[in-house]
Structures are given as C-alpha cells and as structure tokens.
C-alpha cells in the first residue's frame, strides 16, 4: 500500500482556472505538509499541519488555501493560476513535529 | 546567503568508488538533518538522518555531522549506478520541523 498517496500525478489547465490537489497517507502520522518544486529542482516548503491545525506558512500567495479535514488529509486548493505556479508540488508528512518526512509521488501541475 | 548550500555537481565517479557529497548551513541553531535521493521524475526519498555530532552508517551510507563547522556530508561506498541521481541535503533549523533543503548534488557513477 502506498504510504502517502496524491492525485491527480498530473494537472494540465489554463490561466485563470481554479484546481486542487489532493493527498492521503495512511501512516498514522499527525502532521502533513506541502512542498513545491520548481524548474530549478529548488524544493521549498508551503504549509504544514499537525492533527488538522495549520503550524507553518511559508509566503505563498493566498490564492493557495490549504485544507485538512482530517490528520490523514491535507488538500491544496489554488485559485486563479498563473503560468509561475507550473511546479511540481509535493504531499509529504511526519510522525510528529519533529519525525522524519516522507514524501508523496507528487503531482505536476502545467498552466498554459 | 543560502541557507543550505551544495555543491551542483555533476559529480562523477566509477563504479566501486566512494562518492562524497557535501552540504554547509547557515543556521547554527540546526537540530537535524537529512539526506533524500531524488531520481529524475521522482519524489525525494529518504536515505539517512543524523541529528548528532559524528558517524552515523546504515549500509553503505555514511553520513557525518559537524555542527561546529556547520557541515554535513553523505559518504557512498561501492557505487553503483542504480546510486545516479540528485542527492538533496536538509536541514531542520528548529521549532516546527521546517526542512530547508539545497539545491541538490547530481551524482554519476559511470560502469
């Protein structure tokens, strides 16, 4: 079974358009987080939640809102994309505030 | 100044050699530290964490941690080729399990 799942893997929409992304683990673990990873490879964090409550946010535009309807749930909804959000963004979680992160397979999103 | 600093590489070995991989932080209230691998195309993997001074080995990794001089570094023995990848070093500066990563060591070993 995989660990910590996201979909879709792959996202292609327009400028201006709304999408989200979703991620699930079945780790047990209390917190989840999102990264993304840009042309450069540079993989730089957003958010992170520990048992549904926001603990870290990056400066990411608020068209990004995070959403954790449970510890094993972290959703990213993006509004209003721009061709700079094409990433790859990445779900990855911990035990706790201080475990080892493991991370998802990721989920390229392309804004044409 | 970059918070957490590789070299970019490619850095290229044969097969069998000991590959080194380097990482420095600015951060010197750091409490721990990782190294993933990141094949092209995939998500990084975990490979080590080390949290204080010293050795630490797990097969045929190494990594080595010197919070004095702010360095950490990932030592691969017998090289293989299935090791080619982006090796990304990241560092938890503390609080919130905030991890600061590089920008990645490209490692070739060539047969």
């Known amino acids: 079974d995989t660990a910590v799942s996201q979909t879709p893997k792959y996202l292609v929409t327009q400028m201006g358009n709304d999408k989200s992304i979703k991620c699930e683990q079945n780790l047990g673990h209390d917190t989840m987080y999102w990264y993304k990873q840009d042309s450069k490879k540079f993989l730089k964090i957003m958010f992170s939640?520990?048992?549904?409550?926001?603990?870290i946010n990056e400066t990411v535009p608020n068209r990004f809102s995070p959403k954790s309807p449970d510890k094993a749930h972290l959703n990213l909804h993006i509004n209003s994309l721009e061709l700079g959000d094409s990433a790859v963004y990445f779900c990855a979680s911990s035990q706790d505030l201080r475990g080892e992160q493991y991370f998802g397979p990721g989920t390229r999103l392309t804004v044409t | 100044q970059k918070e957490v600093e590789q070299n970019s590489g490619p850095l290229s070995v044969p097969e069998g050699a000991i590959a080194s991989l380097n990482c420095t932080y600015s951060?010197?209230?750091?409490?721990?530290f990782f190294w993933y691998r990141q094949y092209s195309g995939k998500s990084p993997e975990l490979i080590m964490s080390?949290?204080?001074?010293g050795d630490k080995e797990d097969g045929r990794f190494t990594a080595q941690l010197n919070k004095a001089s702010q360095y950490v570094s990932l030592l691969i023995r017998d090289s293989q080729p299935s090791d080619s990848a982006t090796y990304l070093c990241a560092v938890n500066p503390g609080g919130y399990n905030k991890l600061i990563f590089g920008a990645g060591t490209r490692l070739a070993v060539h047969p």
């Open positions: 939640y520990n048992n549904k409550e926001l603990i």
């Open positions: 080390i949290y204080s001074n």
């Open positions: 951060d010197r209230g750091s409490q721990s």
